[in-house]
């Protein structure tokens, strides 16, 4: 029998607020633009940040993204008021060979981080303090009459591997290197080309990085994680170890040691909970939980309170998008408890607009130190009144954008940095 991993202690509660970042520090021109997903992450003993994707509003057409700002912060109430980092805006001009004017889309940004400060297990400063990466990826498509793309055109994919650093006065980008399709990021031991960022942040290990992403050897893709290490002044991904089908990959540590890992499932897992564990850093995996039609099919996230109780973020399977909720793991990791409200969105806000539904979706947790040298439990996601009708889109209203929350937990805190 494996041993238990929980401590005394628990999930109690949500904040339920309202919406933390909503308009971008720089939208498209002609554009509606707001704050959608966010992966909040340390930088320095005291302070985080949160990289937060921006998207075009508007019906007719969705997942139109438009890159990513970076917010740094050390209080979760005055996140809204602090300046943002432009990362990325899509890039428009002519295809020289066609005349078309296309548009290259940038997706979110994931993102791994060593903290200003942070120390290793044996009591020494981590070399690599202070730097870090992200991952995204961009489609290029060409525009139509009215400015848009369609999902059913072709497109071309590319990647962008950012490199990071924060000196405690700023944070910076200090690389990128635009990957395409024709030459994609792959391991050092080129034997995989990673191919897309899971849906949480890097973890430490040791002086590396541990990674969620989507990977392809050339006759299959899979997902699972990857080790990312820092060689000069760039980080770069050495191996990766796949683990299963699916898409938007999650990973976290556990308080015994060992790593658990989820994935977004499709077909006929579109609405399992799935669940693996890895006592020998990443190398080797076994299922622990499979749970069917435990949540909506959309995405669902691998996330930990404070106290080091991890927990599955999804939509509630009779919602669809509209309640997101939280079902902490139990004790064995075989199991899920009783789920916490997060968010239930016709509750708190009254029905959607006639001919949209309520979205909570993309809940990404992360605990991080703030200015009060409290240990905080955040849950990022977006809310948005998505079409029910037509070929979608969305439609604006005041709670539209970025919600930052902050989970609560009875346990003892088991910090995921030593500073």
């Not at 942040?201 to 992403?213: E, K, R, S």
Request: charge should be negative; aromatic fraction near 10%; proline fraction near 7%.
């Amino acid at each position: 029998m494996e041993p238990t991993a929980t401590p005394a202690g628990g999930i109690t509660a949500v904040t339920r607020t309202g919406p933390t970042l909503v308009q971008p520090g720089e939208p498209g021109e002609g554009q509606a633009c707001r704050y959608g997903l966010g992966f909040v992450f340390q930088i320095a003993p005291n302070t985080a940040a949160v990289s937060c994707n921006v998207r075009t509003v508007g019906q007719g057409h969705w997942d139109f993204e438009n890159g990513t700002d970076i917010i740094v912060f050390d209080n979760l109430a005055s996140i809204s008021q602090q300046t943002p980092l432009v990362c990325a805006r899509n890039e428009e001009n002519v295809d020289a060979g066609t005349g078309k004017r296309r548009v290259t889309v940038n997706y979110p940004i994931t993102v791994g981080f060593v903290p200003l400060g942070a120390k290793l297990p044996d009591g020494s400063v981590h070399p690599d303090a202070g730097t870090g990466f992200g991952l995204s990826e961009a489609l290029r498509f060409d525009l139509n009459d009215q400015g848009f793309f369609t999902w059913d055109q072709p497109s071309t994919r590319l990647w962008h591997v950012y490199q990071f650093a924060y000196d405690g006065e700023s944070f910076r980008v200090t690389d990128v290197q635009r990957k395409p399709s024709d030459a994609p990021l792959k391991t050092a031991d080129g034997l995989w080309a990673i191919v897309a960022p899971g849906i949480s942040c890097a973890i430490p290990d040791g002086n590396d990085l541990l990674f969620a992403v989507v990977a392809e050897d050339g006759t299959r893709q899979v997902a699972g994680v990857s080790r990312w290490r820092r060689d000069g002044s760039n980080w770069r991904p050495l191996v990766f170890y796949g683990i299963s089908s699916g898409s938007e990959p999650s990973l976290i540590r556990d308080i015994d040691g060992s790593l658990l890992y989820s994935v977004r499932g499709a077909g006929a897992e579109g609405r399992a909970v799935m669940v693996w564990r890895s006592r020998d850093g990443g190398e080797n995996w076994h299922e622990v939980l499979h749970k069917q039609d435990l949540r909506a099919d959309a995405p669902v996230v691998l996330n930990q309170a404070a106290d080091g109780t991890p927990y599955i973020a999804a939509n509630d399977p009779a919602s669809f998008r509209a309640t997101a909720c939280l079902w902490p793991l139990n004790a064995d990791r075989k199991d899920v408890g009783a789920p916490v409200i997060a968010r239930d969105c016709v509750a708190d806000f009254g029905p959607a607009p006639e001919g949209t539904t309520w979205f909570a979706d993309h809940p990404v947790g992360c605990t991080v130190r703030l200015a009060d040298g409290a240990w905080h439990a955040v849950l990022a996601y977006r809310v948005m009144a998505f079409s029910t009708v037509g070929v979608g889109g969305e439609t604006l209203t005041p709670r539209t954008g970025c919600y930052i929350e902050e989970v609560s937990s009875t346990g003892p805190v088991q910090p995921p940095w030593v500073f």
